[in-house]
């Protein structure tokens, strides 16, 4: 195994032998005569160096132009940065400090004092670089567990709605076109609207959210769900029922886990209310309606359009995007007709219809 490395960066050569001595038993070398020079050495040797000694007066690049180069490239907290002078007045070492240096060492040196001083902060920094690694590690494994279980629980659930739809003429495609649907729209309502905060991690729970949209419907009779013709205000009210029952039924199974039990629940109950309040089962309006479930929405309405139904014909991409943008099927956020558009293409290749 490589010995870690220290860089001494000094113009003075007397200098960078004597710290060169104290550490060379246990560290490679590096030295440089001026921050240039020390800065490109410290770039190209950043994951292997475990201190620097940097002098303040030096010619090209001063010790404090080093410090804030070192600061832009957040190498600051990654290495520990050790201030020689001979000037250690007490404007400089707060100046220094400032810059996020961990020590200011005095000339002439007592390398003696130096190692200890050193060594000390060397392996607290080592330990740091390790808990940082290891916390990330544990995020990504993290993050890769709640994709899984996400994906695990939407398809479970998923299996549950096609079930339901097996009840109808309908087919079991509905609820995999809805998710993949909803994805697409979904991504390209990111990218247009960052201040919402839609990450990956959060897209996919939501696409995955969205195959419980008609969980509900397992209380509606097979017979209202399978009629051709217009249904009847008695009929309609068992439909708008449907929604909170979908709630009820997540509300008591256990371990589904955060933030897709939030938004399969959002989307569940809020998925057929409209922009402008004229939907159901509650009338919400504008953002009262989550946002999740605005999504999910209009990607179910526009995956009912492009599909065939017994009370309907599939229509085409095109038509069922200017009926959507038309207001035909409700009233949706304007935003969202936007991305809708915008992601037509897209659409049109990986949607069925």
């Known amino acids: 195994m490589s010995k870690k490395k220290v860089i001494v960066i000094d113009d003075v050569e007397l200098n960078r032998v004597i710290l060169g001595e104290a550490f060379k038993s246990e560290y490679e070398v590096l030295e440089a005569e001026n921050g240039s020079i020390g800065l490109k050495k410290i770039k190209e040797n950043q994951d292997d160096i475990a201190a620097v000694f940097l002098d303040i007066i030096m010619p090209e690049m001063d010790g404090f132009g080093v410090l804030q180069e070192l600061n832009i490239n957040s190498l600051i907290q990654k290495i520990p940065v050790f201030l020689i002078t001979t000037d250690a007045t007490s404007n400089v070492i707060e100046r220094a400090y400032d810059y996020g240096a961990v020590d200011v060492i005095p000339k002439p040196f007592n390398t003696m004092i130096i190692k200890r001083r050193v060594q000390n902060m060397i392996e607290f920094f080592e330990a740091k670089r390790q808990r940082d690694s290891d916390v990330v590690q544990i995020d990504q494994i993290l993050q890769m567990q709640r994709e899984d279980l996400n994906h695990a629980v939407g398809s479970l659930i998923g299996h549950i709605c096609e079930a339901v739809e097996s009840r109808t003429v309908e087919d079991t495609e509905h609820n995999r076109s809805v998710r993949q649907i909803t994805k697409i729209l979904t991504e390209q309502f990111a990218l247009d609207h960052p201040e919402y905060g839609l990450k990956g991690d959060i897209i996919a729970a939501i696409a995955n959210a969205s195959v419980l949209h008609d969980l509900g419907k397992i209380f509606v009779n097979e017979a209202i769900l399978t009629k051709p013709q217009k249904l009847t205000n ?11 029952s979908g709630v009820k039924i997540l509300s008591e199974v256990q371990g589904i886990p955060e933030p897709f039990f939030t938004f399969a629940k959002e989307i569940c109950r809020s998925h057929m209310e409209r922009f402008d309040g004229n939907g159901y089962p509650e009338g919400l309006k504008e953002n009262q309606i989550p946002i999740s479930a605005q999504l999910a929405g209009a990607a179910e309405a526009y995956e009912v359009l492009i599909s065939k139904r017994v009370y309907k014909k ?40």
């Open 234 to 244: 008695d009929e309609m009210e068992i439909i708008k029922a449907a929604p909170k």
């Open 314 to 353: 599939a229509y085409s991409h095109e038509d069922a995007i200017k009926m959507i943008e038309s207001g035909e099927c409700g009233a949706f956020n304007p935003e969202i007709v936007s991305s809708l558009k915008k992601a037509a293409d897209n659409l049109k290749k990986n949607a069925r219809g």
